[in-house]
């Protein structure tokens, strides 16, 4: 059986804890998620630094999960915002690709998963900057699939649909999660673990042919 080492951002909760424990239920993945005093996102010197190590390269499987969200009126978005969110939620996955990719492309294979989110697909007041971070971050991922697929290496996004997380309850209020849920057809908002179901098909030997997609599990919000 192959072992397939797993780089996993934003592993310490939510989706990101979930898709750890999910895929660490298999005895073919070994984990990898550094912390942030290992792996800073918000930071380009610290991704480098991680980097210069020639083992923190050799990854088979990709997950871009760690992101943040800031829900603003467009008059008081501050360019700290921009800067702050872009580099986390855009830039970091990308250079975390670029640091990968040789391996990859040495050994022909290789899958890589962007958490994106419903709202890279539709959007909604205040969620300018999320959105357009999402937005970006699905582009990278058609780009990819298109210049990487002749290598073997599947990419895709998924995007989650309201989830029971820390992040979640802390962007919306009771009353927010009623109205919400009221308007997803299966009327409760996504477990963690059902996100993370999704993400081992992805990285899994049984996706051969799937890349370049952007998969909504979202209960129908979208439909």
Same mark, same amino acid.
Not at 43 to 52: D, H, K, T
Not at 117 to 121: D, P
Not at 154 to 173: K, Q, Y
């Given at each position: 059986m192959n072992t397939y080492r797993v780089l996993l951002t934003g592993g310490a909760r939510g989706i990101g804890s979930a898709i750890k424990e999910k895929l660490e239920s298999y005895d073919c993945y070994k984990v990898i998620a550094p912390t942030r005093d290992e792996l800073a996102l918000d930071?380009?010197?610290? =991704?480098? &630094?991680?980097?210069?190590?020639?083992?923190?390269?050799?990854?088979d #499987?990709? =997950?871009? &999960?760690?992101?943040?969200?800031i829900v603003k009126e467009i008059e008081? #978005?501050?360019?700290?915002?921009?800067?702050?969110?872009?580099q986390i939620n855009v830039v970091a996955p990308l250079k975390l690709i670029q640091a990968v990719v040789p391996h990859m492309k040495q050994q022909q294979r290789g899958r890589i998963v962007n958490i994106t989110?419903?709202?890279?697909?539709r959007s909604i007041e205040r969620r300018t900057l999320y959105?357009?971070?999402?937005f970006g971050l699905l582009g990278q991922t058609k780009a990819l699939a298109r210049e990487l697929g002749p290598h073997n290496i599947?990419?895709?996004?998924?995007?989650?649909?309201?989830?029971?997380?820390?992040?979640?309850?802390?962007?919306?209020?009771k009353q927010a999660i009623e109205n919400?849920?009221?308007?997803i057809p299966l009327r409760r908002f996504?477990?963690?673990s059902e996100i993370a179901t999704t993400v081992q098909y992805l990285i899994s030997e049984e996706n051969t042919y799937l890349t370049g997609q952007n998969i909504v599990v979202d209960g129908g919000f979208l439909a």
């Open positions: 930071n380009r010197a610290s =991704i480098a &630094n991680y980097f210069a190590k020639p083992e923190h390269c050799a990854i #499987i990709l =997950i871009n &999960n760690a992101g943040i969200n008081d #978005i501050t360019d700290e915002d921009i800067d702050s969110l872009n989110s419903i709202w890279g697909e959105s357009t971070s999402k599947l990419i895709n996004g998924l995007a989650p649909g309201f989830t029971a997380t820390e992040l979640t309850f802390r962007v919306l209020n919400f849920s009221k308007d996504a477990d963690p």
